[in-house]
Structures are given as C-alpha cells and as structure tokens.
C-alpha cells in the first residue's frame, strides 16, 4: 500500500507557474507508475499524464501539452509536476494517483492509491 498526498496548490494569476508534490508515504514512488489528474467543478475527472517508473513521461491532455512536466525525487519519494503559462481554465482540483501495472494509464480505474486533492485556481 501506498499514501500519496499532494500539496502545492493556491490561487495564481493567469501566466503564472506552479509547481505541485505527492509525497509518498508506506511504500516508494519508484515501484509505482504516478498519474495526475484534475477534476473541474461540474465536469469529470480528467486524465494529464503518467510519469511511468521507467522515467518515461506520457502526457495526453492536449490542454497541457507543452506545458506540463514531472519530475521524481526518489530520496523524498516524492513527484513533482511542473505547469507553466497557467490559464483560468487550468482551475481544478489536481489529484496524484498511484498505479501498480497497467500499459493504458489514461484511465482512472487503473489506478489504485489517490491523493486528496490540492486546489489550483488562476484568476485572470
């Protein structure tokens, strides 16, 4: 088992970056591949990308293409997703999740540990 919490979110203005963690905790990150999500009010829960333990970054959203990056600090078992140029279309609250084995990670059911949630609002 793993506990993935996530921190780093607030209120920005629009252009701004901001850079999120999930820190790991019962279990280290690099057994896990790590996806990150975001769920806007009244709309579903939507896939951004998967940091595979490989190393290998897949990003899908074309929202963040571009503009979203993760990086792994295994001493802290802890994954940093980067996003840069924020938009208010970016408000949302950002989960990180944890999947064991899959080779299609898009969806949410392939994963099996989430985080809480940490809140992301850009103001225009």
């Known amino acids: 088992q793993v506990q993935l919490v996530e921190s780093g979110g607030g209120l920005v203005q629009a252009g701004a970056s901001l850079r999120l963690s999930c820190t790991a905790s019962?279990?280290?990150?690099?057994?896990?591949?790590m996806g990150w999500f975001r769920q806007a009010p009244g709309k579903e829960r939507e896939f951004l990308a998967t940091a595979r333990r490989s190393g290998a970054l897949e990003v899908y959203a074309r929202s963040v293409v571009g503009r979203f990056t993760i990086s792994r600090d295994n001493a802290k078992n802890t994954v940093y997703p980067q996003m840069n140029n924020l938009a208010p279309e970016d408000t949302a609250v950002y989960y990180c999740?944890?999947?064991?084995?899959?080779?299609?990670?898009?969806?949410?059911?392939?994963?099996?540990?989430w985080g809480q949630g940490t809140q992301v609002t850009v103001s225009s």
């Open positions: 999740a944890a999947a064991e084995t899959g080779l299609d990670l898009r969806p949410a059911n392939q994963y099996t540990y």
């Open positions: 019962g279990n280290t990150v690099s057994g896990f591949d």
